[in-house]
């Protein structure tokens, strides 16, 4: 059993009882969460907490932007799938991230972007710019970018939130033919013949003639020949 004393200073008097019995201790321990980079219980530091041994600890959600969560490093013990964990000894839970990328997708749709015909791929940070080259194509004129997200292209820079494909816009070009028979008859008629075309059109220069003289060619823009035996692709 315990003694104890109590004195009464003012009888100058001390009194002994006893009480007899156990005194049991339990063990203390600290369980510590490092969100290391995120947000535990609305903290960025590190949450500590003081448990007897035996009982339970629950480990809460964590976030952090632009990561994505991988998992719960313990330092002794396992988490069970409640993310639970019995206390026996003092614990440091730490968490596991992974830097989240998003892919961007360059279609040049029949043009060349860079050089090359062939899709463009890059991967970026959330909410980081891209710079965006203009797409070329012949007999084209390129009008835009169509976007697969939210964000558009602008001055050349997009920023990408999310896995994002841009697909290149083409207005095919509209050219002036005019077609000089010199003397001679195009089609059976001796006008200059003259009208709008779009790139790439056939025009067949077979029928041309001219009294009392051979064909020889014919002459693009003052530079090119073209045969009249062929059809031209304007």
Do not use: C
Not at 127 to 144: K, V
Not at 169 to 197: A, D
Not at 205 to 227: S, V
Request: proline letters at 3%.
């Amino acid at each position: 059993g315990l003694l104890f004393f109590a004195q009464n200073t003012n009888a100058e008097e001390s009194l002994s009882f006893s009480i007899k019995g156990k005194i049991h201790f339990t063990n203390v321990y600290t369980v510590t969460v490092n969100p290391n980079g995120g947000t535990y219980q609305n903290s960025t530091d590190p949450i500590t907490t003081k448990l007897r041994e035996g009982e339970t600890y629950h480990v809460d959600a964590v976030a952090r932007d632009t990561y994505e969560f991988v998992s719960w490093e313990v330092s002794t013990g396992t988490l069970d799938s409640n993310n639970n964990i019995e206390v026996h000894s003092d614990i440091n839970i730490k968490a596991l991230w992974n830097e989240i990328y998003y892919t961007l997708t360059i279609k040049p749709n029949g043009g060349l972007y860079g050089g090359s015909e062939q899709d463009y791929t890059e991967s970026f940070r959330p909410n980081e710019y891209a710079d965006i080259l203009t797409p070329t194509r012949t007999g084209y004129d390129f009008t835009g970018w169509t976007s697969s997200t939210s964000e558009s292209v602008s001055n050349n820079r997009i920023k990408i939130t999310e896995d994002t494909t841009i697909t290149a816009n083409w207005s095919i070009k509209r050219l002036n033919l005019t077609i000089n028979p010199s003397g001679g008859k195009f089609n059976g008629s001796t006008e200059t013949y003259s009208t709008i075309v779009d790139y790439g059109t056939e025009i067949n220069l077979t029928n041309i003639t001219r009294e009392n003289h051979e064909f020889k060619n014919w002459t693009k823009n003052n530079t090119d020949t073209i045969p009249a035996t062929t059809e031209s692709i304007i």
